[in-house]
């Protein structure tokens, strides 16, 4: 390549401007200056400084060198099989093509070059695409991104690579246009003149024209315009002035005129879809003309290139691999391309990002990936030869011979399947529609579950396969009475879905020890309860000992089994057993957070901004809820059945034994109050019962509690009153039996069991129990079926005298500990046990 030398000092300008003759150079410094006119000075190097040389190029010369040396690195690279490095120098090759195509178009040779270099990186890119195998996973990663821009970038002109592939000789022909509008080069031994032109108008006069990114990114290199024609009074003077370094205005104009003018036609031929499709990128889903497996595959990567643009709409991904598994069946290209498209949607449809629930679009993405997932199964099903990998390789794999590979996880998707519609329950409001039909895709989800154990059979999986099913399962049958799961999901009469729901615990019993196992324990004990099989829920309990170790597991784990618990005592307290209901449901209520350990929602005022949206991804749908109401209406009936008999027989005691301290408190409020009003919620007719059971009321007390509306919410409503009344009538009989018994002598069982409407023989069962533990000071007379009461308890004045002095002797006690304190000197006589 040519290039021209100078030295910015008075000899070497002389000999630039070597076309003037000897005369002209004299007169160049005698010619007087014109008025008016500044006559401009030439750019002179300093005395003390070295020549500087400048090389002067044209803008040809410069993009020319800059593709050639980018073409030598990508061959330097692909030598030593560096895939990264040929990557990133083929983006930078498109890159310096592109900024200078303009000026480059006229030169046949520079086409011909760059289509070789194209051809020759699809050369090394198929060779090392057979041998992937051997790269590392910086190199395997490159080639799949080298391979993707290649395709992306030839794509238009395939027939040109085509043609040049068949005939690397010929030469096409020009453009006259073109060759019109394109700037000579300057000649490298024609002198170098400067041509004196107009300069350009101010922006402000014309501010609709600019100039093009090309000339704009040239405006600063150092080139020297060329004419030949000069001017007579300027021409032969040495003025390198700003002139000589910028582009021409004219020139400049002409080219983004030109320039506008092409893109102007090439939009009025496009139709406005094909606009539109430009401005979207790739168009997923094309028409493929003579489809073949291959190009299917392009047509999917193509596609998924998409992902992760701001700019496209989301379902067009979606969209777009829909209508590409569409034609490959219109094809026949085989079930395994179909089935590959088919797991290629899924994962688009879970990858759409997360939006109002209430949406056309939820609703559509859900009814997408239920639909699709099935499919996904059912093919898998028929096709049994259809090989399936469950993991990903550096680099992927698409055809290797005539076989197509297909990369899923059925389970995997079949759990995110299951997260879905749980986060869909979670975010909808209860009371609409579209709650009540995601509700009933739970049958749907059922047959999907059904597909998948076939499947894994039929794969003969590992038991692990089978435990996260099973724990699917489970989480969508423990809250569900069995009548309920009959009718719904097993309506053969030989399947019992007690038997079913045990048989996958027990699998999971013997399959899995860490946290499938602590969740399944606790969907069976939540199962049974409500089934109301306190048996088989107390010998599951006391084998497994969950609750020794549910402290070491997440949150979502410890939820369930408060729930667990809280079915557990409403189950106790349906058989009887209000002791075990009262302890069952002291820790959850205990503490005035009933609906947070129930996850069924939180005190927004104990929780900050940041706090609060943690807690919202643990609150469960509005269907999973258990009534709290329902748990504090059970808690405090066995706490006052508890509670009151204890108080009577502690009446007169200082230091009392509180067993709950909740029940204590709505006492004392309802005591403070000084007009008390008939009951509104449980919690006030559970109270108001037991003032009425303290005065041995035993029936005003029934109808309070037996008022109660909750008890509408068991099935067992009848039988479960029925056990309250009988509670009561005996609790209500042992609390008068220690209030006012002194009141009497002795006192005839059939006295007590007329006054309680208890049989005869409870009365006496109930008696000797007190007498028994020495809680009633009594004896039985059998001839007469009496009780006679023995009065060596102290009388009621005797009893308030004893508490007296004992509160005096605390007081006293204070008052010498503080005297001592603070060393105060106390006289003799007024000392403890002086007089």
Same mark, same amino acid.
């Given at each position: 390549m040519s290039e021209v030398r100078f030295d910015y000092n008075i000899e070497m300008a002389n000999l630039i401007w070597s076309n003037s003759s000897d005369d002209s150079d004299k007169e160049i410094y005698e010619k007087p200056e014109k008025p008016g006119i500044k006559k401009s000075r030439p750019m002179l190097a300093l005395d003390n400084e070295e020549t500087q040389k400048v090389v002067v190029r044209n803008v040809k010369e410069k993009r020319t060198k800059e593709l050639d040396d980018t073409i030598k690195l990508i061959n330097n690279s692909a030598r030593i099989r560096d895939v990264s490095k040929v990557c990133d120098l083929f983006a930078n090759l498109i890159q310096v093509f592109e900024k200078g195509k303009f000026n480059l178009k006229t030169d046949m040779s520079i086409g011909k070059s760059y289509f070789k270099t194209l051809l020759d990186i699809k050369t090394f890119i198929n060779e090392?695409?057979?041998?992937?195998?051997?790269?590392?996973?910086?190199?395997?990663?490159?080639?799949?991104?080298?391979?993707?821009?290649?395709?992306?970038?030839?794509?238009?002109?395939?027939?040109?690579?085509?043609?040049?592939?068949?005939?690397?000789?010929?030469?096409?022909?020009?453009?006259?246009?073109?060759?019109?509008?394109?700037?000579?080069?300057?000649?490298?031994?024609?002198?170098?003149?400067?041509?004196?032109?107009?300069?350009?108008?101010?922006?402000?006069?014309?501010?609709?024209?600019?100039?093009?990114?090309?000339?704009?990114?040239?405006?600063?290199?150092?080139?020297?315009?060329?004419?030949?024609?000069?001017?007579?009074?300027?021409?032969?003077?040495?003025?390198?002035?700003?002139?000589?370094?910028?582009?021409?205005?004219?020139?400049?104009?002409?080219?983004?005129?030109?320039?506008?003018?092409?893109?102007?036609?090439?939009?009025?031929?496009?139709?406005?879809?094909?606009?539109d499709d430009d401005k979207k990128g790739p168009k997923a889903g094309e028409t493929l003309e003579e489809l073949t497996i291959q190009r299917v595959l392009n047509e999917e990567d193509?596609?998924?290139? &998409?992902?992760? @643009?701001?700019?496209?709409?989301?379902?067009? /991904?979606?969209? %777009?691999? =829909?209508?590409?598994?569409?034609? #490959? $069946?219109?094809?026949?290209?085989?079930?395994?391309?179909?089935?590959? &498209?088919?797991? @290629?949607?899924?994962?688009?449809?879970?990858? /759409?990002?997360? %939006?109002? =629930?209430?949406?056309?679009?939820? #609703? $559509?993405?859900?009814?997408?990936?239920?639909?699709?997932?099935?499919?996904?199964?059912?093919?898998?099903?028929?096709?049994?030869?259809?090989?399936?990998?469950?993991?990903?390789?550096?680099?992927?794999?698409?055809?290797?011979?005539?076989?197509?590979?297909?990369?899923?996880?059925?389970?995997?998707?079949?759990?995110?399947?299951?997260?879905?519609?749980?986060?869909?329950?979670?975010?909808?409001?209860?009371?609409?529609?579209?709650?009540?039909?995601?509700?009933?895709?739970?049958?749907?989800?059922?047959?999907?579950?059904?597909?998948?154990?076939?499947?894994?059979?039929?794969?003969?999986?590992?038991?692990?396969?089978?435990?996260?099913?099973?724990?699917?399962?489970?989480?969508?049958?423990?809250?569900?009475?069995?009548?309920l799961l009959k009718a719904t999901y097993y309506k053969d009469e030989t399947l019992n879905p007690d038997e079913i729901v045990l048989k996958m615990g027990e699998y999971v019993f013997e399959n899995d020890s860490k946290e499938m196992y602590v969740k399944s324990v606790i969907f069976l004990v939540y199962?049974?309860?409500?089934?109301?099989?306190?048996?088989?829920?107390?010998?599951?309990?006391?084998?497994?000992?969950?609750?020794?170790?549910?402290?070491?597991?997440?949150?979502?784990?410890?939820?369930?089994?408060?729930?667990?618990?809280?079915?557990?005592?409403?189950?106790?307290?349906?058989?009887?057993?209000?002791?075990i209901a009262h302890d069952t449901l002291l820790d959850l209520i205990s503490n005035s957070r009933l609906k947070e350990h129930l996850a069924q929602g939180f005190n927004p005022r104990s929780l900050d901004s940041e706090q609060e949206p943690v807690a919202m991804k643990f609150i469960l749908p509005y269907h999973l809820h258990i009534s709290v109401e329902l748990i504090e209406c059970v808690y405090m009936c066995a706490a006052m059945i508890k509670e009151v008999p204890y108080m009577a027989s502690k009446e007169l005691e200082t230091k009392k034994r509180l067993i709950s301290r909740l029940f204590h408190n709505q006492l004392k409020n309802r005591e403070k109050q000084l007009i008390v009003g008939p009951p509104d919620s449980s919690r006030d007719y559970v109270i108001a019962a037991a003032y009425k059971m303290r005065e041995g009321n035993w029936k005003q007390c029934c109808n309070l509690v037996l008022n109660v509306r909750v008890w509408s919410l068991f099935k067992q409503e009848?039988?479960?009153?029925?056990?309250?009344?009988?509670?009561?009538?005996?609790?209500?009989?042992?609390?008068?039996?220690?209030?006012?018994?002194?009141?009497?002598?002795?006192?005839?069982?059939?006295?007590?069991?007329?006054?309680?409407?208890?049989?005869?023989?409870?009365?006496?069962?109930?008696?000797?129990?007190?007498?028994?533990?020495?809680?009633?000071?009594?004896?039985?007379?059998?001839?007469?079926?009496?009780?006679?009461?023995?009065?060596?308890q102290a009388n009621r004045l005797q009893q308030l005298s004893i508490r007296l002095s004992e509160k005096l002797?605390?007081?006293?006690?204070?008052?010498?500990?503080?005297?001592?304190?603070?060393?105060?000197?106390?006289?003799?006589?007024?000392?403890?046990?002086?007089?």
């Open positions: 090392q695409w057979e041998s992937r195998s051997r790269l590392n996973r910086t190199n395997a990663r490159a080639l799949n991104t080298l391979k993707q821009r290649w395709n992306k970038y030839t794509k238009d002109f395939q027939a040109e690579l085509e043609a040049y592939k068949e005939n690397p000789n010929r030469t096409p022909e020009p453009d006259i246009d073109e060759l019109e509008e394109a700037r000579e080069p300057t000649p490298v031994d024609s002198p170098v003149t400067v041509q004196e032109e107009p300069l350009p108008p101010p922006a402000s006069d014309k501010p609709d024209e600019k100039d093009d990114s090309e000339w704009s990114d040239e405006t600063d290199s150092s080139d020297v315009t060329t004419s030949s024609d000069t001017d007579s009074d300027i021409g032969s003077e040495i003025r390198l002035t700003a002139r000589h370094f910028l582009k021409s205005y004219t020139q400049a104009k002409k080219a983004s005129q030109i320039s506008r003018k092409r893109t102007t036609e090439a939009k009025e031929k496009k139709p406005k879809e094909e606009l193509k596609i998924l290139s &998409l992902r992760g @643009r701001t700019s496209e709409r989301p379902t067009q /991904l979606v969209d %777009g691999l =829909i209508k590409l598994q569409a034609k #490959s $069946r219109e094809a026949k290209l085989g079930d395994a391309l179909a089935l590959r &498209l088919c797991f @290629r949607i899924i994962s688009a449809i879970f990858d /759409l990002k997360p %939006g109002p =629930i209430n949406t056309t679009g939820q #609703s $559509r993405k859900w009814e997408l990936s239920l639909k699709y997932v099935r499919e996904m199964l059912d093919q898998l099903l028929q096709h049994p030869e259809i090989k399936l990998y469950s993991t990903y390789t550096d680099s992927e794999i698409e055809t290797v011979g005539e076989e197509v590979l297909v990369i899923g996880d059925p389970l995997m998707w079949v759990e995110r399947l299951n997260d879905q519609l749980f986060n869909l329950l979670q975010n909808t409001d209860h009371n609409s529609i579209l709650y009540i039909d995601r509700l009933r895709d739970d049958v749907t989800l059922f047959v999907i579950f059904n597909l998948l154990e076939d499947f894994l059979k039929s794969i003969s999986a590992t038991p692990d396969s089978f435990v996260r099913l099973a724990v699917m399962r489970l989480e969508h049958h423990y809250y569900k009475p069995s009548a199962y049974l309860a409500i089934n109301d099989d306190w048996i088989q829920v107390q010998h599951i309990m006391l084998t497994h000992r969950v609750q020794d170790i549910v402290q070491q597991y997440s949150k979502q784990v410890q939820i369930l089994y408060n729930r667990a618990l809280a079915q557990l005592g409403i189950c106790a307290f349906r058989h009887g057993h209000l002791d009848k039988q479960v009153k029925e056990m309250l009344e009988i509670r009561i009538k005996e609790t209500t009989l042992e609390t008068y039996l220690y209030g006012f018994s002194q009141a009497y002598s002795s006192i005839s069982l059939s006295s007590l069991a007329d006054k309680f409407e208890l049989p005869e023989s409870t009365v006496c069962k109930i008696v000797s129990q007190l007498i028994s533990s020495h809680k009633l000071q009594a004896s039985l007379d059998e001839p007469s079926r009496s009780i006679i009461i023995h009065s060596t002797d605390l007081l006293t006690s204070a008052n010498q500990d503080m005297a001592k304190f603070k060393q105060i000197n106390i006289p003799q006589e007024y000392q403890r046990g002086r007089h």
